[in-house]
């Protein structure tokens, strides 16, 4: 099983849409969980950091479930600018090890 | 808005041959990173870097790799006797705390990547 598995997609949703992605981690002591978005050729960008009591930035919800070992990630009305790819990252604290999810594609139509 | 740089932006190189990858932090950040991702693949990380010593490296950063601060401001990746496989493209970030802090963990910034074509 991968250290960390997102759902490759392509998610390719209309404009106002909601839109929610998984991303499963195998080991338990995981520390600290992100949501990256990187644009075609570009660096990753901090979406939003992931807490335990799960947070909200404005139309992007994220959420942890430790017991079942994933985070998710909503996002309300979508935009056409929220095509991108999303990265999943997690944090183990035991090996000190960054591992970032291959990303989950999403495409938004006019 | 402070920004990660990253020089080269396009680093052509022959086989065999050593390059150095060159980075400059944002300026009051302690904890610097060197990522890759090749075309068309995740992002892996490399190496970590606080208080003028590598704090955590990954499988990949074996002894052809080095990094330094050779003075207050640039972060460098050297590769030495680069492969066909080095050909990536190559992130620095970095981040004001620890990324394995407490909950309100800092972020990371990434520069734009500098990409290596080994030839």
């Known amino acids: 099983r991968k250290e960390v598995e997102q759902d490759p997609g392509p998610f390719n949703v209309p404009e106002g849409a909601t839109v929610a992605f998984n991303c499963t981690y195998s080991?338990?002591?995981?520390?600290?969980f992100f949501w990256y978005r990187q644009d075609c050729r570009k660096e990753p960008k901090l979406l939003m950091s992931v807490y335990s009591s799960g947070n909200e930035d404005g139309r992007f919800t994220a959420q942890l479930n430790r017991a079942s070992q994933y985070i998710s990630l909503l996002i309300r009305d979508s935009k056409l600018s929220d095509s991108a790819t999303y990265l999943c990252?997690?944090?183990?604290?035991?090996?000190?090890?960054?591992?970032f999810g291959s990303g989950t594609r999403l495409s938004i139509r006019p | 808005e402070p920004e990660v740089t990253q020089t080269p932006s396009h680093q052509v190189t022959q086989m065999g041959q050593e390059v150095i990858l060159r980075c400059v932090p944002i300026s009051n950040h302690l904890y610097f990173y060197w990522y890759r991702q090749i075309l068309g693949q995740k992002v892996e990380f490399l190496v970590s870097?606080?208080?003028?010593?590598?704090?955590?490296k990954s499988e990949i950063f074996d002894d052809q790799f080095s990094v330094e601060r050779p003075d207050g401001s640039n972060f460098t990746l050297k590769i030495r006797s680069t492969k066909l496989e080095d050909s990536a493209m190559y992130f620095c970030?970095?981040?004001?705390?620890?990324?394995?802090?407490?909950?309100?963990?800092?972020?990371?910034?990434f520069g734009p990547g500098t990409r290596l074509t080994v030839l």
């Open positions: 990252v997690v944090v183990y604290s035991s090996a000190s090890k960054i591992i």
């Open positions: 080991n338990s002591a995981s520390q600290s």
């Open positions: 870097f606080y208080n003028n010593e590598i704090s955590e």
């Open positions: 970030a970095s981040s004001e705390r620890s990324v394995r802090g407490t909950s309100g963990s800092t972020e990371q910034f």
